[in-house]
């Protein structure tokens, strides 16, 4: 199986910052990346899909970026409402694996 | 729009079976395929397999291949998944999602509300 890891595993940043979130793939998957945001007790919400492309009704303030192994995913100015746990996911091969999360937490 | 509406919380006794549905609304089914995706308490999500509505082909995860069936019924635009001989760590919410295409390497865009399954005697 592919595997996917997630740096940091949780982060504490303010309303305003700019946030980066990385994702590893243990081998080239191409641009087969995508990315959602889960809030406490909701489902998932997809925000990125094939590494930079943008979900319908995601805001611009989302951006993902990478290939082959290195992808992730940006927030230009983190406002309330991001404050969440964000995955990564990878759909080259079967099973579609997801990365271990980041928790983006209020400083 | 697009709508995926799960079935109601179940609790189940170890070795039983349970059945979580997923009802379709606001697009052409069989264009699409399903994933589903579970998440025990706390922790993150797992990917459990995949099922094309288009032609009913399915692809599991091996660790539960023998125990899970994934369908579909396009006359009521449902997908179902059957989980046989539950443990205590299937105790889980459970995930549909619908992903973009009905073939391979599709990502997901809508996901349902989750299905809390509990497995206790």
């Known amino acids: 199986d592919i595997q996917m890891t997630q740096s940091p595993s949780s982060l504490s940043a303010s309303v305003g910052d700019r946030v980066t979130i990385t994702c590893r793939a243990s081998?080239?998957?191409?641009?087969?990346v995508t990315w959602f945001q889960q809030k406490p007790g909701k489902a998932p919400k997809s925000l990125i899909f094939a590494a930079s492309s943008l979900q319908s009704g995601v805001p611009s303030k989302f951006s993902g970026s990478g290939s082959g192994t290195d992808f992730s995913l940006t927030i230009s100015s983190l406002q309330p409402e991001d404050f969440a746990t964000y995955y990564c996911?990878?759909?080259?091969?079967?099973?579609?694996?997801f990365g271990p999360g980041t928790k983006v937490e209020i400083k | 729009q697009v709508q995926l509406l799960q079935s109601g919380a179940a609790v189940k006794k170890p070795g039983a079976s349970v059945r979580v549905s997923c009802k379709a609304s606001?697009?052409?089914?069989?264009?699409?395929?399903f994933t589903w995706v579970r998440q025990a308490p706390g922790q993150g999500l797992e990917w459990m397999g995949w099922i094309s509505a288009y032609n009913g082909n399915t692809n599991y995860t091996l660790q539960l291949q023998d125990r899970v069936t994934m369908t579909t019924d396009t006359s009521t635009h449902t997908a179902y998944m059957e989980l046989r001989g539950l443990r205590s760590d299937d105790t889980a919410v459970y995930y549909c999602a619908r992903v973009q295409g009905y073939g391979n390497n599709w990502p997901i865009d809508y996901w349902g509300q989750g299905t809390l399954v509990t497995v206790s005697s």
């Open positions: 606001g697009y052409t089914f069989t264009s699409f395929a």
């Open positions: 996911q990878q759909y080259h091969t079967y099973p579609y694996t």
């Open positions: 081998q080239d998957i191409d641009f087969y």
